[in-house]
Each structure stands twice: as structure tokens, then as C-alpha cells.
């Protein structure tokens, strides 16, 4: 292996795309500084406030009864007082940044800029059009939704990473149930990979068993919310003037009318959402600003399987593409489609990171064209506009206008 990666280096040498070490170009120095200059004008490109409908959502809670979505308003909202929109204001921020703090120590655990020097996989990321969506979604449930994703990809044993699994998998699905389609994939195969570096028929079987286990819990908990997770509207109006008493801002109410709703009276709602003229180009264009970077992300990941599984990739690949693509699903129950799209983005970089962590071998020095893909990619994240929440719009051009104008993103709600 490492005899093929200095011909490999050495091909990318008298094609003159590698020059010394002193090029800035093969710096890790300069793409480390890149990254976070690009990382940071992508996160300013998209922060603001938390908006009214991420506002009334986390003051959801138990007080009428179990429902969907009461878990994080029971357990955080009322002992800080997110009622107070400055508490939650500060609370939401103050995740959002943890959430890139935590990212940025996975990179760095997993060890991937050594382990595809010179580093441009991170700047990658950094400047992508889901960092910006993920500073925008300031205040949703989005943000611990993902830092509860991230928590077992840090534990390098199988057996812990499935217990610290179950444990955020449960807790994600009754904060959100977004996360069974977004999230739960991921864990469950980070939890199979275990298979491709178990050193004994046990500890493989536990990868298999685990992963399975893990899925099956968390389709139980989604069936059971599915079932009894709905609240009536005798409820919802009860649960809107108990939070209205102890907020201090509007609060939305379109958020209290979505409750009662069914995920069969959903799914009605999207196949109207569907038949929209604007809806096929619009999903196109939100697919246009976040794939470019999730495709070159999931090409280094194949690139990195390749090299240090050989013979097994094939299915570690599979089990990778399809967490990585699972949340492209939650556009089958809203419409929220930026945010499922930057969801696809998300997952590429961590699934990159857990390739990285947990069969991480000798460096490897990427293609010339994957390099090439790179720089591309990083000038179309740094051009990237469009249509955000609350028919708010970054045009870094004055042409350009999303098909999608005529609606506001979040006026049909999904999961």
C-alpha cells in the first residue's frame, strides 16, 4: 500500500500539480487558515436571530399529555426559562456554536487533514452552503438534533458507541422525530462498522447485532409517536395558552396547528405541495447548492475505503452512501427542502470523519482531479445564494432569483 501511494504521489509530481513543500498549495498551513476563513464567511453569511416558529417550538412540553416533539421544551425549556426570548435566544446560539466547536474536534480526533494532506477536504466543508443553512436554522431543533448524532462518533468502541447510541437515538427521536430519517442511519452504521476492524467473531457479531438492534429501537419509538404521539386540537389550544402565559414574545401559531396532524394527514398535505409548478425547479436549485460539496466529500470517502479496507469496501461504501443520502427521505414529509438538502451535506462530512476515525491508515495523497473538484467546488460555495427561512434570500448576485420567490420556505410544515 504505501509503495502505491508514492507512485501515486509521485504521477501527481511530474504532472506538476504537486510542487514542494513550500508551495502554499501543499501548505497544510494554508488550507487549516483557509478553512477557517472560509468556514467563517460561510457561518456569516447565514447567522441571524432565532425566528418565531423555532421560538414557540421549543416551548412544547409534557404539560397536556405525551406528544411528539415535548422533550427538549420539558427538559431544557423550563429550567432555563426559554419562555424568555433573551434565555432562548442564548441558549439556541450558544448551541449552534457548540455544534461547530464539537465538529471541529471530530475532524480533528479523526484525523483527516494528516490523513489526506494537504487539508483541502476540510476547507471543503467549511465553505459549504450547509454551514451557512446551519447557522441559519439558529434556534431549530436541528442543531442538538445533530450534536446528538455526533456524541457516539467520538467512542472508537463498538460496545460504547452503541450504548451512548441508544441512549442519544431515543432522545433525538422524542425531541424530533426528524432524526430517525436524518440521524439514525449514520449511528446505525457506525455501529456496523465495527464488523470491519472487530479482531474477533464476537466483536463482529456484536457490530451486527448492535446495528440492527439500533434500528429496530428506533423504528419502535417513531411507530409508537406515530400512533400516540398526536395530540387533539382541544390540546394544542390548551398547550398555546399555557405557553402563552409564560412567553414573552408571539408565538407562531401555524406551530400549534401542525400538532394534531396525523403523518397519514401529512403526507396529504405534501402530495398538494408536490403538484406546485415551482416545486420540481426549486428542489433542483436546493439540490444545486449543497450536492457539489457532499459529492466530493462522499468521493473521498469511497477513495479513503478503497485504500484501507481493500476487498471490503463494497459494502462499508453501501451502508455509507445510504446514511449519507437517508436524509433526502424527509423530502417525502416536508418541505423544508434546503433543510433536508444541508442535512445530505452534514452527513457526507461526518460520515468522511467516522471513515477517517475509525480505519484511519497511512496518509493518502488525493487525485489530481479530486483536487482539482476541490478548488471548484470551494469557489461555488463561496458564490452560493438563495432561498433561506422566512422568505429571506442571500443573492451574492443581483440575477439571481430562487423559482421558489413566490412561497415562503417554511409556510408547509413537515416533520
Known amino acids: 500500500m504505501g509503495n502505491g501511494e508514492s507512485v501515486e504521489y509521485q504521477s501527481e509530481r511530474n504532472e506538476g500539480t504537486a510542487g514542494a513543500e513550500s508551495n502554499a498549495w501543499d501548505s497544510p498551513q494554508f488550507w487549516r487558515w483557509t478553512a477557517l476563513g472560509l468556514g467563517a464567511i460561510a457561518f456569516v453569511k447565514g447567522i441571524r436571530e432565532p425566528n418565531a416558529w423555532s421560538y414557540t417550538q421549543a416551548q412544547f412540553d409534557y404539560s397536556v399529555g405525551f406528544m411528539r416533539r415535548g422533550l427538549f421544551g420539558t427538559v431544557v425549556g423550563r429550567p432555563l426559562g426559554l419562555g424568555q426570548y433573551e434565555h432562548f435566544m442564548v441558549v439556541s446560539t450558544g448551541l449552534l456554536l457548540l455544534l461547530f466547536v464539537v465538529l471541529a474536534l471530530l475532524a480533528r ?47 472508537r468502541s463498538t460496545g460504547w458507541r452503541l450504548l451512548a447510541a441508544v441512549v442519544c437515538a431515543t432522545a433525538g427521536i422524542l425531541i424530533h422525530e426528524q432524526f430517525f430519517f436524518a440521524f439514525l442511519p449514520l449511528l446505525v452504521v457506525s455501529v456496523l462498522f465495527g464488523a470491519g476492524t472487530a479482531q474477533s467473531e464476537g466483536q463482529r457479531r456484536l457490530a451486527w447485532t448492535g446495528g440492527v438492534a439500533l434500528l429496530l429501537i428506533g423504528g419502535s419509538l417513531v411507530a409508537y409517536l406515530g400512533r400516540h404521539g398526536s395530540i387533539t386540537q382541544a390540546q394544542a389550544d390548551q398547550l398555546r395558552a399555557a405557553n402563552s402565559l409564560k412567553a414573552d414574545r408571539w408565538l407562531e401559531p401555524e406551530v400549534f396547528r401542525v400538532l394534531p396532524r396525523t403523518p397519514q394527514e401529512n403526507l396529504a398535505v405534501m402530495k398538494s405541495v408536490w403538484s406546485r409548478p415551482t416545486f420540481w425547479p426549486a428542489q433542483v436549485e436546493s439540490l444545486l447548492f449543497f450536492f457539489p460539496s457532499a459529492a466530493v466529500l462522499s468521493w473521498a470517502t469511497l477513495l479513503l475505503l478503497r485504500h ?108
Open 308 to 415: 484501507w479496507m481493500p476487498g471490503r469496501y463494497r459494502w462499508l461504501y453501501a451502508g455509507a452512501a445510504m446514511a449519507t443520502l437517508a436524509p433526502l427521505s424527509l423530502h417525502l414529509f416536508g418541505w423544508d427542502k434546503s433543510r433536508w438538502n444541508e442535512l445530505l451535506c452534514l452527513n457526507a462530512f461526518l460520515m468522511l470523519l467516522l471513515v477517517s476515525r475509525q480505519f484511519g491508515g497511512e496518509p493518502v495523497r488525493l487525485p489530481v482531479s479530486l483536487r482539482r473538484a476541490c478548488i471548484v467546488v470551494m469557489l461555488l460555495n463561496m458564490a452560493t445564494g438563495g432561498g433561506m427561512l422566512d422568505n429571506r434570500h442571500i443573492r451574492p448576485f443581483p440575477f439571481l432569483q430562487s423559482p421558489d420567490d413566490v412561497h415562503a420556505e417554511g409556510s408547509v410544515v413537515g416533520p
Open 109 to 155: 480526533t479523526s484525523k483527516i487533514a494528516e490523513r489526506t494532506p494537504p487539508g483541502e477536504l476540510l476547507a471543503v466543508y467549511a465553505s459549504s452552503y450547509s454551514v451557512t443553512y446551519l447557522a441559519h436554522l439558529n434556534g431549530y431543533l436541528d442543531i442538538p438534533l445533530a450534536l446528538l448524532c455526533v456524541a457516539p462518533l467520538f467512542l
